[in-house]
């Protein structure tokens, strides 16, 4: 007589992109197109923004609360960004197990980095730029954040696409429709990116190549310092 074996829990996937990548919108239309894939909410001590829901967009929570669950091991991984803290909690990926969900974790490179011991089925998925010049454009849109601003945003892109080996799925953004396409091929049919690992290896190398070399992003660097 067989053992019948316990039911697999559902997946975790983890889905990391510098900023200006299209990361939220790609998810967002992935969550509302299948119900059964849900964002865990992180917590974070920065105050609620006009529009933002308690347990929606984040838990909003402070200092000292945030420490506590630290010290409590209740902290999948976190991170400080410009002053605030962020972090991912292993009883929200607990609960949306439990209500049979995808878990959808969006984390920068730093959090995946710390949880990837804690979560060795996870499908880690690295959203890229086409290009440098293409993401800048990108955070140039954002006409809320001052220039000093993106340009943070641009070298931390840097640092995070020289992490790409953390990850097994590569999906380049060069258009929205097709990206997402790849989106839901990884996570919904659970097929392999259409990018092999080592291709996206070199896509990453590629990137890179272009930061240090680009003689736009240099003229752009000089500009900067003048100001």
Not at 24 to 30: E, F, S, V
Not at 86 to 113: C, F, H, M, N, S
Not at 130 to 138: D, G, I, K, S, Y
Request: glycine share 8%.
């Amino acid at each position: 007589m067989t053992t019948p074996q316990a039911p697999k829990s559902p997946a975790v996937i983890i889905v990391s992109a510098p900023s200006g990548t299209g990361k939220t919108t790609l998810n967002r239309r992935l969550t509302t197109m299948h119900p059964e894939v849900q964002v865990s909410v992180s917590y974070t001590t920065r105050k609620k923004r006009q529009g933002e829901e308690e347990g929606v967009h984040y838990h909003f929570v402070t200092n000292k609360h945030f420490h506590e669950l630290i010290k409590q091991g209740q902290m999948l991984e976190y991170a400080e960004v410009f002053g605030t803290l962020y972090g991912t909690p292993v009883g929200e990926i607990q609960r949306l197990q439990a209500a049979g969900k995808i878990a959808l974790l969006e984390i920068d490179v730093q959090g995946w980095r710390q949880a990837r011991e804690k979560l060795p089925g996870a499908k880690a998925i690295f959203i890229l730029p086409p290009t440098v010049e293409a993401l800048w454009q990108r955070l140039e849109g954002r006409a809320t954040e001052a220039k000093d601003v993106r340009w943070r945003r641009l070298m931390t892109a840097r640092n995070e696409i020289s992490s790409g080996n953390l990850y097994d799925h590569f999906i380049v953004n060069h258009n929205l429709e097709t990206a997402y396409a790849e989106l839901e091929a990884i996570v919904i049919k659970g097929e392999r990116s259409k990018i092999g690992h080592q291709e996206g290896l070199r896509l990453c190398q590629q990137l890179l190549t272009e930061f240090d070399d680009s003689p736009w992003l240099h003229k752009l660097s000089r500009e900067l310092a003048d100001n």
